[in-house]
């Protein structure tokens, strides 16, 4: 059993084209985000939700909306692909309710690449 | 603000050498530091972690351990295998509610 799967792994796409990506976890977590990998391998987060409320949200352009329509599900839509936006994206999720500052648990990742 | 400085890679080994990627840390008061490790076309894992000051982690044969003294968290292991080649990520977070904030990984290449 998956515990934070994302879908789908990979995805091409033109420039302009508007997509999503989508991200469930069924390890009972309260939290869940999405986090950007660049072709260097640098990791930056973009957004975090709590009990489906956004509680973190990056300097990211608008383009960007996530979505959570119950705590066991992040999705992240994207408008208007720019070549820029090509990265892996991932999804993570922890349980914050606990308070012991536990790490997260990622997905493998959607390599999307724009053209 | 919080930041993670790794050494930068690539490192390469060949097998059964000993293997240490620098960790540093900015943060103020007593973050929990991380250990991750993703391998080639995987997500990350929790490789290993520590709470508090001279904490240490440890899983797989790597060990790090928490100095307060000099910010730092350095990953270690005595005999590295092939298995082992991976982009390691050192990460800090402050409290719950917190984000992880991550170093800009090392990658690492252990040579038969």
């Known amino acids: 059993d998956t515990a934070v799967s994302q879908t789908p792994k990979y995805l091409v796409t033109q420039m302009g084209n508007d997509k999503s990506i989508k991200c469930e976890q069924n390890?009972?977590?309260?939290?869940m985000y999405w986090y950007k990998q660049d072709s260097k391998k640098f990791l930056k987060i973009m957004f975090s939700?709590?009990?489906?409320?956004?509680?973190i949200n990056e300097t990211v352009p608008n383009r960007f909306s996530p979505k959570s329509p119950d705590k066991a599900h992040l999705n992240l839509h994207i408008n208007s692909l720019e070549l820029g936006d090509s990265a892996v994206y991932f999804c993570?999720?922890?349980?914050?309710?606990?308070?012991?500052?536990?790490?997260?648990?990622f997905g493998s990742g959607t390599r999307l690449t724009v053209v | 603000g919080n930041s993670v400085t790794q050494m930068e890679g690539p490192v390469t080994l060949s097998e059964e050498a000993f293997l240490t990627i620098n960790c540093t840390y900015t943060?103020?008061?007593?973050?929990?530091l991380f250990w991750y490790v993703q391998y080639p076309g995987e997500g990350l894992q929790l490789l290993l972690k520590?709470?508090?000051?001279?904490d240490k982690g440890s899983n797989k044969g790597f060990e790090a351990t928490y100095r307060k003294e000099t910010t730092s968290f350095h990953l270690e292991k005595g005999s590295v295998q092939v298995s082992d080649s991976a982009v390691y990520f050192c990460?800090?977070?402050?409290?719950?509610?917190?984000?992880?904030?991550f170093g800009g990984g090392t990658r690492v290449l252990v040579k038969p």
């Open positions: 943060a103020t008061g007593y973050p929990s």
């Open positions: 939700y709590n009990n489906k409320e956004l509680i």
């Open positions: 990460a800090l977070r402050k409290a719950a509610g917190n984000k992880l904030t």
């Open positions: 390890l009972g977590h309260d939290t």
């Open positions: 520590a709470t508090k000051a001279d």
């Open positions: 993570a999720s922890s349980q914050e309710a606990l308070r012991d500052r536990a790490g997260y648990t």
